[in-house]
């Protein structure tokens, strides 16, 4: 039986017990020799979509199979949607109220260290295969005409683009062209894989261009490889016969809204985007179509095991598996990546390292974030952990050890100014409408706080109701969960410089012995 570990019991006095510096003693960095570093996403991968998770219908024999060769992080969280925000905290290990990445498009300020800056610095040259989302910060574009100017779906600094798939999915389509299928656009493309074999689908394409590459591989060169699925992104259409796998008849109907509804969640429901449809038949085969996506994604990622063990590499290779954001799949009657429910920020996380087999097997209940997993891999590539970063090193689960000081609540933020930029500077004073098109989610074993920047909130008893609909309304317990919330805030504010005083001549930390204040006794 694989062996679980849980999470401390809560303070009596808050909901939530966040971290201090103090706190963060923990044990060494595991092992600093290069090793193969495989870091995979999927794209808004619901974390319950797993058959190791207990997910009554989907079939996922190869994440199974990397859960029960690795650890799997059953609470594991995204902080932020769409995916440009998602994908931001993912790879710089901020939150977004740190690196700022509200919306699709919005600049990644080149002043942050990334996942693939790091692999630099750890002597490997990081490969990227698929696409990172990361808008260019415009000071750096060479002008207007800037080719990296001209979409969103750009490249993290620091990846080498060995096979990269923009928004316009270009190398794919000529792919399709030159076996039978010319003249599609990228969306029409993607909405008819479901008439196409799975070798001509978009994730087969991605497996074979990675495969390709570790087949090329010098035997005792290390190599670090972020390869980035597409599916079960939409549109909802799986590929070959996953489109059939599962019988719409057999699926499930999603957690419907309640019927006392915040004006956001309502505004929601009548945006064609993200409302869900209400005729059941279709509903039903828009799930199905997903679940087909997950396992067709899942036999991809066999393909790259089985590559794995064809070149003796299997038991060479830190594998890391996690996703964006997650997806509502009609649950409160939405459908994408949206608002502030769990659907849309509950995620896949499974890391294995073939260096602690000890821990292989084990399920961690502890909340854990996307903003864990750029200090986890410096730690395990042997580079120190960036100031910078919001999240904590996983290194003791995949040691088998379950930290003291580890978090008690997973976080996340949503942020929709992107529909009310008018594309004009503002001029000072600044205007800060825009900044209340926000909310932040603190959500811990008991209930979930959701604050909108508008000053209006709700709390959810998730311990009595996981669906979302019961709420709490005990002043006592709201406000606990509000302080919680700005500590959180508080404990996460930018760090640059902070630690550092000008002293002189030179920067350094503060002067030792440190100043004491002297108290009289009371």
């Known amino acids: 039986m694989p062996r679980r570990n849980t999470p401390h019991p809560h303070p009596k006095k808050s909901p939530v017990r966040h971290l201090r510096d103090t706190d963060r003693a923990r044990p060494p960095p595991l092992a600093s020799a290069l090793v193969h570093v495989l870091m995979i996403t999927l794209d808004q991968f619901r974390g319950d979509c797993l058959s190791a998770a207990g997910h009554p219908m989907v079939r996922t024999p190869f994440l199974d199979e990397l859960a029960a060769n690795g650890v799997r992080f059953a609470r594991h969280y ?33 002043r942050f260290d990334n996942v693939a800056k790091a692999a630099l610095r750890a002597g490997y040259r990081p490969a990227l295969f698929g696409y990172t989302d990361q808008s260019i910060d415009p000071r750096e574009a060479n002008g207007p005409d800037d080719l990296r ?11 080498d683009p060995v096979l990269h798939i923009p928004d316009s999915h270009a190398p794919w389509l000529d792919f399709l062209a030159a076996n039978g299928h010319p003249h599609l656009t990228a969306i029409e493309a993607l909405r008819t894989e479901n008439q196409r074999p799975v070798e001509l689908g978009i994730s087969s394409f991605l497996t074979d261009g990675a495969s390709d590459w570790l087949r090329s591989r010098p035997p005792s060169e290390p190599w670090f490889a972020h390869v980035s699925y597409l599916r079960p ?4 259409s799986a ?4 489109s059939t796998m599962y019988d719409p008849a057999d699926v499930s109907l999603p957690i419907p809204p309640p019927t006392k509804r915040h004006p956001f969640h309502e505004a929601l429901l009548h945006i064609r985007q993200s409302a869900a449809p209400t ?7 828009l799930r199905a179509q997903y679940y087909g996506m997950v396992s067709e994604v899942d ?52 890391i294995r390292d073939p260096r602690h087999p000890g821990a292989h097997g084990t399920v961690v209940d502890a909340f854990t974030e996307n903003v864990d997993i750029f200090p986890t891999i410096c730690e395990a590539i042997g580079v120190p952990v960036p100031a910078q970063c919001d999240g904590l090193p996983l290194t003791p689960y995949l040691c088998g050890q379950e930290p003291p000081w580890w978090r008690e609540a997973a976080h996340w933020e949503y942020d929709w100014r992107e529909q009310f930029i008018d594309g004009s500077p503002h001029d000072w004073p600044w205007d800060r409408r825009l900044e209340r098109q926000h909310l932040a989610v603190i959500r811990d074993d008991r209930g979930a706080y959701v604050q909108f920047a508008d000053g209006t909130w709700k709390c959810f008893d998730l311990a009595t109701d996981p669906t979302w609909h019961t709420e709490i309304t005990d002043p006592a317990v709201v406000l606990g969960y509000a302080q919680a919330m700005l500590l959180w805030r508080s404990h996460h504010s930018d760090r640059t410089h902070t630690d ?10 503060f002067p030792d012995p440190v100043m004491k204040v002297s108290v009289p006794d009371p």
């Open 78 to 110: 995204s902080q932020a949607t769409p995916c440009s925000p998602g994908r931001a905290c993912l790879y710089t290990g901020t939150y977004q109220m740190n690196n700022r990445v509200v919306a699709n498009g919005t600049p990644l300020d080149a």
């Open 149 to 159: 100017m001209q979409h969103y779906t750009g490249v993290l600094p620091g990846f």
């Open 233 to 236: 992104h939409p549109p909802y």
């Open 239 to 242: 590929a070959g016969e996953f």
């Open 279 to 285: 005729d059941e038949r279709r509903m039903r085969a």
């Open 299 to 350: 036999a991809q990622l066999g393909r790259l095991w089985a590559t794995l063990r064809d070149l003796d590499m299997w038991d060479d290779t830190i594998v890391i598996v996690t996703a964006d954001h997650g997806e509502q799949l009609g649950d409160q009657g939405l459908i994408e990546k949206v608002g502030y429910f769990e659907e849309s920020h509950h995620v896949v996380g499974l």
């Open 500 to 509: 550092m005083l000008v002293q002189d001549g030179g920067v350094g930390r």
